[in-house]
């Protein structure tokens, strides 16, 4: 049983920078690919950002390609998402996800390949 925690969530401006942190416990990080989802108000849960096991491979959704970096600290069973040039319509609740099973890059972009979830943490971009 994996379990993750996120960390890092808070009130920024539009243009600011912020970096989410999910550690993960219980489980062999390095055999899990990981992803970053966000809920934004009134809207459906939404893929930010995927990486593989060794962190070699990346996937990010359009809206926040070359805005958002994704990358993981197997030693620290941790993966960060720094998120710059944030936007009012970043804002969300940001969770972090874990899967062992094995899959193309662009397939861990898909919710329901997901077998672990974190509880979330704020995120809100003041214009």
């Known amino acids: 049983q994996v379990q993750l925690v996120e960390s890092g969530g808070g009130l920024v401006q539009a243009g600011d920078s912020l970096r989410l942190s999910c550690e993960a416990s219980?489980?062999?990080?390095?055999?899990?690919?990981m992803g970053w989802f966000r809920q934004g108000p009134g809207k459906e849960r939404e893929v930010v950002a995927a990486?593989?096991?060794?962190?070699?491979?990346?996937q990010y959704a359009d809206s926040v390609e070359g805005r958002f970096t994704i990358y993981r600290d197997n030693d620290r069973n941790t993966i960060y998402l720094q998120m710059d040039s944030l936007k009012s319509e970043d804002t969300a609740v940001y969770y972090c996800?874990?899967?062992?099973?094995?899959?193309?890059?662009?397939?861990?972009?898909?919710?329901?390949?997901?077998?672990?979830w974190g509880q979330g943490t704020q995120v809100t971009v003041s214009s």
């Open positions: 990486i593989s096991r060794s962190g070699g491979s990346t």
């Open positions: 219980g489980g062999t990080f390095g055999m899990h690919a």
């Open positions: 996800a874990a899967t062992r099973s094995l899959y193309a890059i662009s397939t861990y972009c898909e919710q329901r390949r997901y077998n672990y």
